[in-house]
């Protein structure tokens, strides 16, 4: 059984930086590719940021472009996502989702994820 336990989450300040990582279980992590969503209240569950099978190709939403990087280590079957500069508006909470097809390019529609963390919380302060 597949299992993703984000952690990592919790209250800063605007300007500071968090570090979420998702532990992944019962499927061969360095096989599938990885992605970072979030969900502010109110609003839909988006994209954030996204890596292949390697770690080779990242991606990343538009708003976060420059202050958040995605990695991943196969070896540990982790995920991380480090923000930076965080602002009130990153404020949400942030899930970690695992690809459907091995070997596969990154992705960044929902559809293309088959399991989903329970989600850490991020709050940003003004």
């Known amino acids: 059984q597949v299992q993703l336990v984000e952690s990592g989450g919790g209250l800063v300040q605007a300007g500071g930086s968090l570090r979420l990582s998702c532990a992944a279980s019962?499927?061969?992590?360095?096989?599938?590719?990885m992605g970072w969503f979030r969900q502010a209240p109110g609003k839909e569950r988006e994209f954030v940021a996204g890596?292949?099978?390697?770690?080779?190709?990242?991606d990343y939403t538009d708003s976060v472009k420059g202050r958040f990087t995605i990695s991943r280590d196969n070896t540990k079957n982790t995920l991380y996502l480090q923000m930076n500069s965080l602002r009130p508006e990153d404020t949400a909470v942030y899930y970690c989702?695992?690809?459907?097809?091995?070997?596969?390019?990154?992705?960044?529609?929902?559809?293309?994820?088959?399991?989903w963390g329970q989600g850490t919380q991020v709050t940003v302060s003004s």
């Open positions: 989702a695992l690809g459907r097809a091995p070997w596969g390019a990154l992705a960044s529609r929902e559809d293309q994820y088959d399991y």
């Open positions: 019962g499927r061969t992590f360095s096989n599938y590719a």
């Open positions: 890596v292949n099978w390697s770690g080779g190709t990242t």
